[in-house]
């Protein structure tokens, strides 16, 4: 990582706004470290290096004329999953099937963030579909992790989290259905956050299980992170299910936990996020970032989520459900691929079968059966039942004992790529500490809390009330200031050490 | 309830999906052994529980039925793997 790849956004502003550099440069920087890396990374999928140095100049006209008074990500750097759609920008999802799809319109997340000044460096790798815990599942190859890169980054989000880690964008976008922003953030030692259903709209994500999927941003401190959340927040009219609440202002919440960090705050430890089987290390390092929360202010309080061990077989019913639906789609008419056939019906199967890889073929036909006719009540609607119960348990933890809850986020580190490739049921397993989270449409956000014997990230998860990222924000920038975890120094380690 | 091979080719049918021998007798394993962990649920007293369908209550988003612009045919069908002048075309339906 050169000196402008490792700044931090308030020093980029800061550096633009004083004519250190200008957004030319800044985004040249970013796009030679991605093109000296990607080939060994490939966490970039499309890289957009014409469009983003003529946003940059059109930056740079910006600030040479408002100066402080241009929009706060002028000429940053965002790489962007390719799960949003991007207008212009060939948009994959990383299966075949929408291979060379050119969007005629822009996702809204998307188009939030550039209307505030960033700047689209490229799109990022991803679990096809995004469904995946490991980013091995793409039909572009799979993501390596910057901490060794014989490692998985996590996924499906794992392009975007292996961008922001090794410097080739300080900021990016990914979506989070059960797990796939926090989990690769851990993996990656970055900061990641999943926001509340219905806070930031999914109008232009890839539909995949709609009641669950959000968007949400990644960033290397919870300072930057808070910029890319500020810009993307909000109700739009395009997506019925994002929801009318005020918008706080974030900064706000980065001060408090800068000036009263976590006092007077109550945080809940699920004791049934501590389970048998999880990595020691992990269990280890979170327990001692407990620590660290009752040094900053907090009082530690136990709860219990009792319906935690039921948050796996029930997300994936209504995922691949839901999945089987939104993917229906895909036929070979409108967009992407098309098989030839004599007739209508053969050409969706051929189309289909070419089209989509396994994981994506394993989910729609789980998800097919449990909605065939007959089996509803059995599965889909006993599914909605019991996420009923699991979303209870968070209810009364906030109703009665704590503000916030901590909890691991992932159960081990990152694993060796193929390690559990021929499982589909163990990889399903990764994701025990964080589906809940979807299942119950809360805010959860992964804050790096430390390493283990191999130097490889840990990190911890905060959850919070529906529409609350404040109070994640706030802990998790006390935590990250106080920890003893420097993402900073590691990641300047991480580079040498993956000799590029 | 344990799947069989009928089974699994009625809803790759269902699912528009054409498997391969191969793909067909993975799908035969892995899909038995997914519903097996899920079936965990049927144990579970869901009596009165209501169903979730939506996270924070939202039931209908109405809005004013006002027509607004949408996009060319031309932008449309851009991305169609094939197209004549009236629309998208499509192999034999019946």
């Known amino acids: 990582m050169n000196e402008l790849t490792s700044l931090s956004v308030a020093e980029m502003r800061s550096g633009l706004l004083s004519k250190q550099f200008s957004c030319v440069e800044l985004v040249d920087a970013h796009l030679s470290r991605i093109e000296a890396t990607n080939e060994v990374l490939n966490s970039f999928i499309t890289i957009s290096s014409e469009l983003a140095r003529s946003a940059a100049q059109n930056a740079d006209s910006v600030i040479a004329q408002s100066g402080e008074e241009s929009p706060p990500l002028t000429g940053i750097p965002v790489a962007v999953k390719d799960m949003l759609v991007t207008e212009g920008i060939e948009t994959t999802c990383a299966s075949q099937i929408l291979k060379g ?85 851990s993996l990656t030692g970055i900061v990641g956050l999943k926001p509340t259903y219905g806070r930031v709209s999914r109008f232009g994500a890839v539909a995949f299980a709609s009641s669950l999927d959000q968007i949400g941003p990644f960033a290397r401190s919870v300072e930057d992170l808070a910029v890319l959340l500020q810009a993307i927040a909000g109700k739009d009219e395009r997506d019925s299910t994002s929801v009318d609440e005020p918008v706080p202002n974030y900064s706000e919440a980065i001060a408090k936990g800068e000036n009263e960090a976590l006092s007077k705050l109550r945080v809940g430890v699920p004791k049934e996020y501590f389970i048998d089987g999880m990595d020691p290390a992990v269990e280890d390092s979170v327990r001692k970032s407990l620590g660290v929360l009752e040094k900053l202010g907090a009082t530690l309080v136990d709860v219990s989520l009792p319906h935690t061990e039921l948050a796996i077989p029930t997300y994936y019913i209504l995922n691949p459900a839901e999945a089987s639906s939104n993917l229906a789609r895909y036929d070979g008419v409108r967009y992407g691929l098309r098989e030839p056939a004599d007739s209508l019906q053969e050409m969706y199967a051929r189309t289909r079968a070419k089209g989509f890889g396994p994981e994506v073929k394993r989910r729609i036909m789980i998800g097919t059966y449990v909605l065939s006719a007959g089996y509803y009540d059995a599965y889909y609607l006993k599914a909605q039942q019991i996420r009923t119960l699991i979303i209870n348990d968070f209810k009364a933890a906030f109703a009665n004992d704590c503000d916030v809850i901590a909890a691991p986020v992932s159960p081990s580190t990152a694993f060796a790529i193929g390690e559990k490739a021929d499982s589909p049921l163990q990889m399903y397993l990764a994701d025990v500490f964080t589906c809940p989270i979807n299942l119950a449409g809360l805010p959860g956000m992964s804050v790096p809390c430390g390493s283990d014997a191999d130097g490889l990230p840990i990190g911890l998860q905060f959850i919070g009330k529906p529409f609350d990222e404040s109070t994640l924000l706030r802990c998790g920038h006390a935590f990250f200031k106080q920890s003893s975890f420097d993402i900073r120094s590691m990641a300047r380690k991480q580079a040498t050490e993956f000799a590029i | 309830m344990a799947l069989s091979k009928e089974d699994i080719e009625h809803i790759a049918k269902l699912a528009a999906l054409e498997l391969s021998p191969d793909e067909f007798n993975a799908a035969f394993q892995e899909l038995n052994d997914i519903l097996n962990y899920i079936d965990q649920l049927q144990a579970v007293d869901t009596r009165g529980v209501v169903a979730t369908s939506h996270v924070h209550g939202v039931v209908n988003a109405f809005r004013d039925d006002v027509i607004r612009p949408s996009f060319s045919k031309e932008q449309v069908t851009k991305n169609a793997p094939s197209i004549d002048e009236r629309g998208f075309r499509v192999p034999k339906v019946i």
């Open chain 1, 101 to 185: 799809f050119i969007p005629p319109y822009q996702c809204t997340a998307v188009s939030r963030m550039c209307k505030r000044g960033a700047v689209i460096v490229g799109k990022t790798n991803l679990d096809e579909f995004a469904m995946g815990a490991s980013n091995e599942n793409s039909s572009f190859g799979p993501v390596r992790n910057p901490w060794d890169t014989k490692r998985v980054p996590g996924g499906s989000s794992g392009g975007s989290a292996a961008a922001v880690s090794a410097g080739q964008a300080p900021l990016a976008l990914g979506t989070d259905t059960g797990g796939s922003i926090r989990q690769p953030a």
